[in-house]
């Protein structure tokens, strides 16, 4: 008697969750159809820019995108950039290859978002890389699966465990193959860091793939988060309460309700984007972005990501430890052989690797006492750190000052790395370049040993066509003060950083709002 009670009670319980979501779901409905029947009577909508992919706002700005679908070993389809510039109408081999990896609920266009003037991805290009856009599973550019669909719970089943695991060795695996080079340059921002930094120190092996690796605001642990807004959520367990009634994703709303958004902000608030970001990341003396340049950052910001790696990052709060994700002391047992999540040891993360750190006073994620306790523990001989006093999280991508701060420094460490090939040699390696590639053997290797088997993912080229644009302005390399010196060049830093900002004010800007095997 007592399992036909129990099942009842179960069977109670599944009904009223199935029913609370549904009440959800028409409530969300019918907000949004208000919401949008508003907006299109006022004629809001008439100020919302058209959606532009990735690949076509690249292409905007004189530069050549492809897309290429790699497989990872448990079976997801991640969507990899290559952006190369339109003086190269075909990619050259022997190119030095730089991968750049976004952070948290972000993806490849943060890379992007800030035109060739100012962003990264575009001035590696101009400096003679073969530059590489990568996307963690489950954000807007990586939703794809072998046998699991996005509607599925166990398609959500994973954390920045799996992104150390999976997606960085297969995506560099696919990258190093393709160009058939043996290192690349690896830029990782925020969680772009964090994944990188497990990874090496579970294989340390994984070096031997990297010329060297920038960390632009890194991440290992946060014990000293000062975010009010994410500390509180994760005092108070916010996480755990949401993944009991929701165990999916964060995912993009539906495009009506994003426009209508945009469409209200662009009306009432256009600096709330900035503010929003700011009180998250810490506050930033850039006012980018605002008007219609908001607007393309909401088409495509935040990214996505799943409820189970926010849970993950809200367990690393408030443990105060760089481990794996805590699955319970029973979870825990069935996964990982013992009751407590096991650490990941950065000790092991060879000393031969050149590491670049970009930090910031103003960071209130990666905060200056978490990152010198990160610095303090890698004891590397080759960590050139780089102290920021006026930058918070996201200014290393989106701020005015970043094409002198992080970008210029940034390629001057890449170069004395690696030697980029001049234009002129550039060319003389264009011949031929697709013949001498076998891109089909590389997606297939790789799909042969997923879990479960794909069916011809194959991969997917895109390229864009090529428009005249003026060529980006050459950066002058300013090197950041150290941070024994934060405390008495805060003062000065913040007058300078002023006077440039005055002066960036005047610059044109995009109309835009972020391994091998096992």
């Avoid at 290559?82 to 266009?109: E, F, N, Q, W």
């Avoid at 166990?154 to 695996?173: I, K, N």
Wanted: charge should be neutral; proline fraction near 7%.
């Amino acid at each position: 008697m007592k399992p036909e009670v129990d099942l009842l009670e179960q069977e109670s319980s599944n009904f009223v969750l199935c029913l609370w979501f549904s009440l959800l779901a028409v409530v969300r409905n019918v907000v949004s159809f208000f919401v949008r029947s508003v907006c299109f009577v006022f004629g809001w909508f008439q100020r919302v820019p058209p959606l532009r992919s990735l690949t076509q706002i690249v292409d905007s700005h004189g530069y050549v995108a492809s897309t290429f679908q790699v497989p990872t070993l448990d079976g997801y389809i991640l969507n990899v950039f290559r952006i190369y510039s339109k003086s190269t109408p075909v990619p050259p081999a022997g190119r030095p290859v730089a991968l750049l990896m976004h952070g948290l609920v972000d993806c490849a266009y943060t890379w992007v978002c800030n035109g060739p003037k100012n962003s990264l991805a575009y001035a590696l290009c101009d400096a003679g890389y073969d530059v590489w856009l990568g996307n963690n599973r489950g954000n807007r550019y990586a939703t794809k699966h072998s046998y699991l669909s996005p509607s599925d719970n166990e398609f959500w089943q994973f954390s920045w465990d799996e992104f150390a695991r999976y997606d960085l060795p297969a995506t560099t695996e696919f990258v190093l193959k393709y160009t058939g080079q043996n290192r690349l340059s690896y830029v990782g921002h925020s969680e772009g860091t964090t994944q990188m930094f497990a990874r090496l120190s579970d294989h340390p092996e994984f070096a031997n793939n990297l010329s060297c690796f920038v960390a632009l605001g890194p991440v290992a642990t946060i014990k000293n988060l000062t975010s009010p807004l994410l500390s509180a959520a994760a005092k108070f367990h916010v996480d755990r309460m949401v993944s009991f009634f929701y165990r999916k994703g964060f995912v993009r709303a539906p495009r009506g309700v994003t426009d209508a958004v945009i469409a209200l902000m662009l009306s009432f608030c256009p600096g709330i984007f900035v503010r929003v970001v700011n009180y998250l990341c810490g506050s930033s003396d850039s006012d980018h972005p605002t008007g219609t340049e908001c607007a393309e950052f909401v088409q495509h910001e935040p990214g996505g990501t799943s409820v189970m790696n926010v849970v993950h990052w809200a367990q690393t709060i408030r443990c105060g430890r760089f481990q794996m994700h805590d699955y319970g002391t029973a979870g825990n047992k069935l996964r990982y052989g013992q009751p407590t999540a096991p650490m990941y040891d950065l000790a092991r993360i060879p000393q031969s690797l050149p590491i670049q750190f970009y930090y910031g006073g103003r960071d209130e994620i990666a905060t200056v006492e978490d990152v010198q306790n990160l610095l303090n523990t890698l004891e590397l001989n080759r960590i050139d750190s780089k102290y920021l006093p006026t930058f918070n999280h996201t200014d290393f991508l989106w701020c005015d000052d970043a094409p002198v701060a992080v970008v210029a420094p940034t390629i001057q460490f890449l170069n004395s790395i690696v030697k980029p090939l001049a234009p002129s040699h550039l060319e003389s390696h264009a011949l031929d370049f697709a013949s001498d590639v076998d891109v089909v053997s590389i997606t297939e290797s790789l799909a042969s040993r997923t879990h479960s088997p794909l069916n011809s993912p194959g991969f997917a080229v895109m390229p864009s066509h090529s428009v005249v644009a003026p060529t980006p302005t050459q950066l002058v390399f300013a090197p950041a003060p150290t941070a024994s010196d934060s405390s008495s060049s805060t003062t000065t830093s913040s007058s300078n950083s002023s006077n440039t900002h005055t002066k960036n004010k005047k610059r044109s800007k995009l109309a835009a709002p972020s391994t091998v095997g096992l």
